[in-house]
């Protein structure tokens, strides 16, 4: 049976101080599809003190050597990509995977709203293709691959920077439909680029699982994207500190559109609450 795990990053479960003031401390995110015949595709992963617990679910679902046919990095940020690089920088963990082919869209011409790039990140991806000795596969706008059965489906992808100022922009909105169901996977995308995908894909969107972007937190969101997925069950890769402050009044009706979501659906997973196995 084909399976989508939700892992509980270490970061998940920080409870401390969160605020504009003090930072929004992020709480990283990874995903695992499982497919019938045990294929596996993966999402991310977490920050690099994620990369034994995350290697080892990697190990469970392989049932010995992961072998990864698909390693997707949604954007250049670390709580997402770090599990992956703490990896490929351990020679012991290294030579217990296989990663066929890495995913990713990181435009070497992005700049934030300082001006800044993102050239730290292009030294940590020579790092990981050196020590898997993976292809890099660049997604385009509507392309579909297919792993046994499963089809992973690029709705958004950076392609006009221009209109973008913060890396998290940069994120892959992506579709993986197999078993009978489909999961919308957002990684931090913010509002503009998921109307983005409002505008291409209209009602198309419609999917059974939603990864709600950039952790719940309320600076993203987008309602036109959320009633057009109407997501039944909701996966938020969130701290439980990030989550105690999107339900104070710190940020007023900021988070409502988020908590919409939420309120949309019959199940909701977060991610501190434990490493979760959904059926598809």
């Known amino acids: 049976m084909e399976k989508l795990i939700q892992y509980m990053t270490k970061e998940s479960l920080y409870s401390g101080a969160f605020d504009s003031k003090v930072g929004w401390a992020a709480a990283g995110m990874g995903y695992l599809i499982v497919t019938e015949n045990g294929k596996i595709i993966a999402v ?3 920050n690099a003190g994620d990369a034994e617990e995350f290697l080892a679910l990697l190990e469970k679902y392989a049932g010995g050597r992961a072998v990864i046919e698909k390693w997707i990095i ?3 940020h670390s709580d997402h990509y770090g599990a ?3 990896i490929c920088r351990s020679p012991e963990m290294a030579a217990r995977i296989e990663v066929k082919e890495l995913v990713y869209h990181f435009p070497e011409e992005f700049r934030d709203r300082k001006g800044n790039g993102i050239g730290y990140v292009y030294p940590h991806f020579t790092e990981i293709h050196e020590a898997t000795g993976a292809p890099h596969h660049l997604p385009a706008v509507d392309e579909k691959q297919t792993v046994d ?3 992973v489906h690029y709705l958004y992808t950076p392609t006009d920077v221009t209109i973008l100022d913060n890396p998290n922009q940069l994120s892959l909105i992506f579709t993986v439909q197999g078993g009978g169901k489909k999961i919308m ?3 931090d995308a913010y509002h503009r680029t998921m109307q983005i995908a409002v505008w291409r894909y209209g009602n198309a969107l419609k999917s059974d699982i939603l990864q709600l972007p950039h952790h719940g937190l309320c600076d993203t969101g987008n309602m036109d994207f959320y009633k057009k997925t109407d997501a039944k069950t909701v996966l938020i890769p ?3 500190a990030g989550d105690r402050t999107m339900r104070s ?4 009706d900021a988070p409502a559109v988020n908590r919409w979501a939420e309120d949309n659906a019959d199940t909701v997973h977060k991610a501190f609450d434990g490493t979760v196995e959904i059926a598809l």
């Open 238 to 240: 969130i701290s439980v």
């Open 249 to 252: 009044d710190m940020y007023g």
């Open 185 to 187: 996977f957002t990684g």
């Open 44 to 46: 991310d992963g977490g």
């Open 84 to 86: 992956l690089l703490g």
């Open 149 to 151: 059965g499963m089809t």
């Open 74 to 76: 949604t954007h250049p």
